[in-house]
């Protein structure tokens, strides 16, 4: 099997955009997912992403997580119905930190065409002036490609930031970084996050004529409708001082016989 096949196999693929896995086929590929640091450990729900990351290595293709130092400063408005409050520098810091450890047990660091990188889109936008962004990013989508999207759409009658309206023109900027820094064509992440990817993607054509590349694993959910990820007690975290090792085994042991299955695909 190739990479996007496997993807197939378990469950994990929702959206693909054309000429993708004939890209990955042809060639070894340097790919992305983004996470934010909104808290000082990763849950299960974040374990979708890092298992897309894991299979893509195995596969040869290089691995970048980029944690996301400058877009925790905004707040992502997808599947929000308000305005996320504002994290301290000192906050942020601390969870990247903790993030990064999390992220380096399931991750090859070692030296090699397929070695995985951690990166922090911080280091990019702290030198540039608001003046420099919207000449760079700003003037290449329009606010009616941006109004579109399901994530601004969706916030329109409760109310939506000028901060978060322009979450999703980072993050694009983000994958145009990449692609022009270290060769990045493709850009990964839950289904929820098409929206944002495929700005990157447009931004990308739009700069500098570039084909880039993207897909999607479906966000996981449970077949009594409870929220994946969630027990009685809130989150299940990936950090054993948040969530105990026995209440992490409990909750995959006492899931339903359904849902084992399926999950069996995608977690393992």
């Known amino acids: 099997m190739n990479f996007v096949e496997e993807l197939k196999w378990r469950g994990l693929l929702y959206d693909i955009m054309p000429g993708t896995e004939e890209l990955l086929t042809k060639e070894k590929v340097t790919g992305y997912i983004g996470f934010d640091p ?21 596969y040869g293709h290089k691995p970048i997580a980029l944690v996301g130092g400058a877009t925790g400063m905004i707040g992502d ?12 520098k000192e906050t942020l810091d601390y969870n990247l930190e903790c993030i990064k450890k999390q992220l380096s047990k399931f ?73 022009l820094n270290k060769n990045c064509k493709l850009q990964m992440g839950g289904s929820d996050q098409w929206g944002n990817i495929t700005t990157g993607v447009e931004l990308i054509r739009r700069k500098c004529n570039g084909d880039a590349y993207a897909l999607t694993a479906p966000l996981i959910q449970r077949s009594d409708g409870k929220k994946f990820g969630k027990s009685e007690e809130g989150n299940i975290w990936l950090d054993p001082q ?5 209440k992490f085994y409990q909750y995959w042991l006492n899931v339903s016989d359904e849902d084992a299955e399926k999950y069996i695909k995608i977690f393992t």
């Not at 408005?77 to 301290?88: A, D, I, N």
């Not at 978060?164 to 692609?179: N, V």
Request: hydrophobic share 35%; no cysteine.
């Open 77 to 88: 408005p997808t599947g929000k119905t308000e305005e996320r409050k504002f994290l301290t």
């Open 242 to 246: 948040k969530t105990s090792p026995y």
């Open 107 to 179: 991750l090859d660091f070692s030296q090699g065409n397929s070695s995985a990188e951690i990166v922090n889109n911080f280091d990019w936008y702290k030198d540039m002036s608001i003046l420099e962004f919207l000449r760079e990013a700003g003037k290449h989508i329009t606010v009616n490609y941006m109004m579109a999207k399901d994530s601004v759409k969706n916030r329109l009658e409760t109310g939506i930031s000028f901060t978060e309206f322009s979450y999703q023109l980072i993050q694009g900027y983000d994958f145009y970084w990449l692609y």
């Open 38 to 58: 909104t808290a000082d450990s990763l849950h299960v729900g974040s374990l979708v992403p890092i298992i897309l990351l894991v299979h893509f290595q195995r």
